[in-house]
C-alpha cells in the first residue's frame, strides 16, 4: 500500500482545513484512499481516539484561541464550529476546558491545547506479528446482530458480549463480525457457522460473507488484551508495510477458538478480506 502514510495524513491535513465546516467521514475517508469503515477502524488504532473525538478537541482548540485572541461574541464563534446555540457551545467548552467561554477570556485563564496529529510510523522491526493469507469460499454465519455507532463502538460492544453471555440464544459464540452500513454505523454480529440443516435459534438471523483472500492474524494470551494488542499491530506495522495488496470489503472477521485451561493459551484470530493489486 505505497504512499498510504501520506494519504492517511492528507486526511488529517483535509479534516485541519475544513476545521470550521461541516466534515463528512466519506470526504475525510477518501482522502486516504479508505473505505469509512476501515478509516475509522484504522484512525482509533493509530491514534488512540475516534475521529469525532478528535475533531472536538481540534475544534474546542481552535474556538479558545479565538475566544483569548479575539472580540468575536461568543454566539459567533459557537456558529462558526457548527453549534446550535451558545448554551451546547458552553457546555462542549466546559467539559474540554474545565472552565466557560467567559472565563476563558480572562488573564490567566487555563486553557487545554490540543495539537493537530502527524502520522510518523517507524517500522523498526522486532515485534512478532503471526498472521498468513488464505483463499476461502463463501460461507454463511448465524447470529444475533445490534447497531453500533462508530463513535462510541468500543465501549458498547463488551456489554453487547456481556448481554448475550446472559441468554446465549443457541449460540456457542464463535465469531465476532463488523459489517458496515452507512460508513457512520455498524452491525456487530455474536455468530457461529450457519449449517442448513439445522435451525436458525429464536431470534438470530443469517449473514453470508464472500468468498475471497483473507489475512489471517493469530492472537495468543488473555482476552480483550491479547486480540487489542494485536490489532494495534495490524494497523500500525503491518499495513504501510503491505505490498502486492489492498484492503477489501467493509467487514472484518473476529474468531474466538475455545479457551484453554491457561488463558495465556488462549488462541483467538483477526480477520481482514484483502484483494491482490
Given amino acids: 500500500?505505497?504512499?498510504w502514510i501520506e494519504g492517511f495524513q492528507e486526511s488529517i491535513d483535509y479534516i485541519e482545513k475544513k476545521l470550521p465546516e461541516e466534515l463528512n467521514i466519506e470526504e475525510i475517508?477518501?482522502?486516504?484512499?479508505?473505505?469509512?469503515f476501515y478509516y475509522q477502524r484504522i484512525f482509533g488504532a493509530l491514534c488512540g481516539m475516534t475521529v469525532g473525538e478528535y475533531i472536538r478537541a481540534r475544534r474546542m482548540t481552535t474556538a479558545a484561541q479565538e475566544l483569548a485572541c479575539s472580540d468575536?461574541?461568543?454566539?459567533?464563534?459557537?456558529?462558526?464550529?457548527?453549534?446550535?446555540?451558545?448554551?451546547?457551545?458552553?457546555?462542549?467548552?466546559?467539559r474540554f476546558h474545565g472552565?466557560?467561554?467567559?472565563?476563558?477570556?480572562?488573564?490567566?485563564?487555563?486553557?487545554?491545547?490540543?495539537?493537530p496529529l502527524h502520522i510518523k510510523i517507524s517500522?523498526?522491526?522486532?515485534?512478532?506479528?503471526?498472521?498468513?493469507?488464505?483463499e476461502k469460499a463463501p460461507f454463511t454465519v448465524v447470529g444475533v446482530k445490534k447497531r453500533f455507532d462508530c463513535e462510541t463502538s468500543y465501549n458498547e460492544i463488551p456489554k453487547f458480549w456481556d448481554e448475550w453471555?446472559?441468554?446465549?440464544?443457541?449460540?456457542?459464540?464463535?465469531f465476532g463480525l463488523c459489517a458496515d452500513m452507512d460508513g457512520k454505523t455498524f452491525d456487530y454480529w455474536i455468530a457461529d457457522l450457519y449449517l442448513p440443516w439445522e435451525d436458525i435459534p429464536e431470534g438470530c438471523c443469517t449473514y453470508q460473507i464472500p468468498g475471497g483472500l483473507w489475512a489471517l492474524f493469530m492472537c495468543k494470551g488473555p482476552l480483550p488484551d491479547s486480540m487489542q494488542k494485536v490489532n494495534t499491530q495490524v494497523w500500525s506495522e503491518w499495513l504501510p508495510s503491505l505490498q502486492g495488496y489492498t484492503l477489501a470489503g467493509n467487514y472484518s472477521l473476529e474468531i474466538y477458538m475455545p479457551p484453554a485451561n491457561n488463558p495465556a493459551d488462549t488462541v483467538s484470530y483477526i480477520c481482514i478480506p484483502l484483494k491482490k493489486l
Avoid at 467561554?101 to 488573564?107: K, L
Fill in 165 to 174: 453471555m446472559s441468554d446465549m440464544k443457541g449460540l456457542k459464540g464463535m
Fill in 99 to 115: 472552565i466557560t467561554p467567559t472565563q476563558a477570556r480572562e488573564s490567566g485563564a487555563h486553557l487545554r491545547s490540543f495539537a
Fill in 72 to 94: 468575536y461574541k461568543v454566539i459567533d464563534i459557537a456558529a462558526k464550529f457548527g453549534y446550535d446555540s451558545p448554551d451546547s457551545f458552553t457546555k462542549a467548552f466546559q
Fill in 123 to 134: 517500522l523498526e522491526g522486532g515485534n512478532m506479528l503471526d498472521y498468513k493469507i488464505v
Fill in 29 to 36: 475517508a477518501k482522502k486516504a484512499s479508505l473505505s469509512p
Fill in 1 to 3: 500500500m505505497e504512499g
